[in-house]
């Protein structure tokens, strides 16, 4: 089945610096890549929408320049968390849809980010 | 608003059947999806429904009646391993993804 590759799976990083997510299609090609973010005990949130190619689309209330994320190629989206801060840390989930019509997502296995 | 309920927790006991129910209101509608997510993972696709009725796939079988804005999720020959939590989302009409909160399922021997 389709695999999607996210890494690193945790990262604890220092207040101020940055962090790359990446998130890699292994056997197919994602045109779309979505960013989600997950808090404990909550429902996962859209941040944005990566497009190969394209600038990303950004749901209401992400700031764009702290969460920049890069589609350069049709196998490799990144998110990048810069000047994180403690209440940046989360969940990051990326997913690729697939399947005719998009029916399906698959979803890269997470990263967990602490920020101290 | 767009909105999409389920209960927040269920027990349920080894080798038994629980129903997982998920209402939604949205702006439009594209497809339901039902995902498995354990603790600290991603969530993995389970089931999608489009149409109305029952899709079957194995122990797992998904529910939808769009008329009433309403799905289920079945779990038959409940197993210890299927203690997560359970995600409904909406694909509403601009085909963006609309998650519920997630029902946490404790399954007891």
């Known amino acids: 089945g389709a695999v999607v590759s996210q890494h690193p799976s945790w990262v604890i990083c220092k207040s101020g610096t940055s962090v790359k997510i990446e998130c890699r299609s292994l056997?197919?090609?994602?045109?779309?890549m979505f960013w989600y973010r997950q808090f404990p005990k909550q429902s996962l949130m859209l941040m944005a929408t990566s497009n190969e190619g394209s600038k990303a689309t950004y749901e209401q209330g992400v700031e764009k320049d702290k969460f920049l994320i890069n589609h350069a190629s049709l196998t490799l989206s990144t998110l990048t968390v810069t000047s994180a801060h403690p209440e940046d840390s989360s969940f990051y989930i990326c997913s690729a849809p697939i399947g005719e019509g998009n029916t399906e997502a698959f979803f890269g296995q997470g990263t967990r980010l602490t920020v101290v | 608003g767009q909105n999409i309920d389920q209960p927040t927790e269920m027990t349920a006991t080894e080798g038994a059947i629980v129903q997982i129910n998920c209402t939604y209101q949205?702006?439009?509608?594209?497809?339901l999806f039902w995902y498995q997510q354990h603790a600290g993972e991603a969530p993995t696709f389970l089931s999608y429904?489009?149409l109305d009725g029952l899709e079957e796939k194995g122990r797992f079988s998904s529910f939808l009646s769009r008329s009433k804005g309403y799905s289920y999720l079945l779990l038959k020959e409940l197993q210890m391993k299927d203690s997560a939590s359970y995600l409904c989302a909406v694909k509403d009409s601009n085909y963006q993804l609309i998650w519920g909160a997630g029902t946490k399922l404790i399954i007891k021997p």
């Open positions: 949205t702006s439009g509608f594209n497809g």
């Open positions: 429904n489009v």
């Open positions: 056997d197919f090609q994602a045109t779309t």
